[in-house]
């Protein structure tokens, strides 16, 4: 995947930087995987914002993605193309399985088209095949992780992510998988995972350019709070851009509490116990 760069003909089109599209090969999702989705606008059902600078949006359809897989084992599958998800960072792939079926998945850096892949114990240890982690050798990256067996994989499964297999504890049947955050957990050696890298690897350099562009992605604009009045935040009142006034520390929305500069996870949260080593600092 590549990105290109705008010759400057507008102010916003001076520094943007996009997408080329170069891997895709259709512009035509499968209809039968595709459904529309309802957008709240941040409100809930009594239309008031619960969740503040959301709205907007550019018209999309959502793509059904499995995340599953092993209800296909040892069933074999050829990818069909390579599409664009507007959901997602990532690029999906849609396969076609030898029994007729047609399923979404997460692209892997390097997918083509006519690729085959395959779920289960016997798959070769290739890109794109989903196995259990115990089947997976040590040093190998995958992604779309289960955090319990037979569920569906719900980590790493944004672009250019991909978590390793450091090592395992053949007593307690248990994997040990280094986050992308530098974090070593311990996984059940059944749960199921992606072998290889998500692909997209450029997407870490796109520069938006302008604010409609934003605004297309259902963002709207992000005022701070020190930009408000008394009664909408903490931080509010002064004149203008003033400093917040408060000579302790910055306050959050609504509840006032400490916002900066304090852990928010909880010590005794049930899965620290999964927790082999913490994450690296930034």
Not at 23 to 52: D, H, M, Y
Not at 71 to 90: F, Q
Not at 110 to 118: N, R, S, Y
């Amino acid at each position: 995947m590549a990105i290109k760069k705008y010759k400057p003909y507008t102010p916003s089109r001076r520094f943007m930087v996009g997408y080329d599209f170069s891997e895709i090969t259709t512009n035509k999702p499968e209809k039968s995987l595709v459904t529309s989705l309802w957008r709240t606008g941040g409100r809930n059902n009594q239309g008031r914002v619960t969740s503040r600078w959301m709205g907007g949006w550019h018209k999309r359809l959502y793509r059904i993605v499995d995340f599953k897989g092993y209800d296909k084992i040892d069933i074999p599958a050829k990818i069909a193309s390579v599409e664009y998800d507007p959901y997602r960072t990532a690029r999906i792939v849609l396969l076609n399985y030898a029994d007729g079926e047609k399923r979404y998945v997460l692209a892997w850096k390097g997918a083509t088209v006519g690729e085959e892949v395959i779920t289960g114990k016997n798959s070769p240890i290739k890109a794109g095949n989903r196995k259990q982690l115990k089947d997976i050798p040590e040093g190998m990256n995958v992604f779309a992780l289960e955090v319990t067996p037979f569920s569906k994989g719900k980590l790493i499964k944004t672009a250019w992510s991909y978590a390793s297999i450091v090592g395992r504890d053949d007593q307690q049947k248990k994997v040990f998988i280094k986050m992308p955050s530098g974090e070593v957990r311990k996984f059940d050696e059944n749960c199921w995972a992606t072998i290889w890298e998500i692909g997209n690897d450029q997407h870490q350099n796109v520069v938006i350019g302008k604010a409609g562009r934003q605004r297309w992605m259902g963002k709207k604009p992000h005022v701070l709070g020190k930009n408000m009045n008394p009664v909408d935040h903490p931080h509010g009142g002064w004149e203008w851009h003033s400093p917040i006034g408060s000579k302790r520390w910055p306050k959050s929305f609504a509840w006032k509490n400490v916002s900066a500069g304090i852990k928010t996870r909880k010590s005794k949260k049930w899965s620290t116990r999964f927790i082999v080593s913490k994450r690296t600092k930034n």
